[in-house]
């Protein structure tokens, strides 16, 4: 078992920068691809980053490429979205997952353990 803890959300104007954090407890989330997702009210979860396991090779959606960044770290057991030129759009619930040999990295059902969420609010 993996489990997920988000932080780091927050208010934020638009053009600001947030970081958000994903800690892992139970395993070594190296071992696991992580990803982050968002949720906007009344729309779908959507797809926003994720990180591979082998050589952490990195995917984004078309909407954040360019201003956000996931990362990990290994030795806190952690991994970052690092958030840029933040747009009111950009409003969401955060999650983070792990999943192991993700194969569509865009799929919430390939991702088996999640956390409970961080809101990330852009103001215009």
């Known amino acids: 078992q993996v489990q997920l803890l988000e932080s780091g959300g927050g208010l934020v104007q638009a053009g600001g920068s947030l970081r958000l954090s994903c800690a892992a407890s139970?395993?070594?989330?190296?071992?696991?691809?992580v990803g982050w997702f968002r949720q906007a009210p009344g729309k779908e979860r959507e797809f926003v980053a994720t990180?591979?396991?082998?050589?952490?090779?990195?995917y984004y959606a078309d909407s954040v490429k360019g201003r956000f960044t996931i990362s990990r770290d290994n030795a806190k057991n952690t991994v970052y979205l690092q958030m840029n030129s933040l747009k009111p759009e950009d409003t969401a619930v955060y999650y983070c997952?792990?999943?192991?040999?993700?194969?569509?990295?865009?799929?919430?059902?390939?991702?088996?353990?999640w956390g409970q969420g961080t809101q990330v609010t852009v103001s215009s």
């Open positions: 139970g395993r070594t989330l190296s071992s696991y691809d």
């Open positions: 997952a792990a999943g192991r040999w993700v194969r569509v990295l865009t799929a919430r059902a390939e991702y088996d353990y």
């Open positions: 990180i591979k396991w082998s050589r952490d090779i990195t």
